[in-house]
Nanobody, 115 residues
Framework: QVQLVESGGGLVQAGGSLRLSCAAS????????MGWFRQAPGKEREFVAS????????YYRDSVKGRFTISRDNAKNTVYLQMNSLKPEDTAVYYC????????WGQGTQVTVSS
């Protein structure tokens, strides 16, 4: 069973930065579109960003464009999310998965942005 392990979350002030990592135990990782998702308290999980297997194409939800950058290192089976200029509304548990999601969700990593 493929495992997804997210890390890198924390508590930051508005305007700060965090870099999230997601390690995937998947043999076909380099050919898999990966995505980051987030779920805020009382809200449904939502798409944040995605990246193709080669890393050549990325997509972002409008609210994070220009602030977040998704990247990947296929040699390490790892996908990253660099988050800059964080806002309180970015507070959520962040998850990675295939895009569209088809694996069991990992435990996620909590990101809390204080105002």
């Amino acid at each position: 069973q493929v495992q997804l392990v997210e890390s890198g979350g924390g508590l930051v002030q508005a305007g700060g930065s965090l870099r999230l990592s997601c390690a995937a135990s998947e043999d076909t990782f380099s050919s898999t579109v990966m995505g980051w998702f987030r779920q805020a308290p009382g809200k449904e999980r939502e798409f944040v960003a995605s990246i193709t297997g080669s890393g050549g194409i990325t997509y972002y939800r409008d609210s994070v464009k220009g602030r977040f950058t998704i990247s990947r290192d296929n040699a390490k089976n790892t996908v990253y999310l660099q988050m800059n200029s964080l806002k309180p509304e970015d507070t959520a548990v962040y998850y990675c998965n295939n895009h569209p999601p088809r694996r069991a969700w990992g435990q996620g990593t909590q990101v809390t942005v204080s105002s």
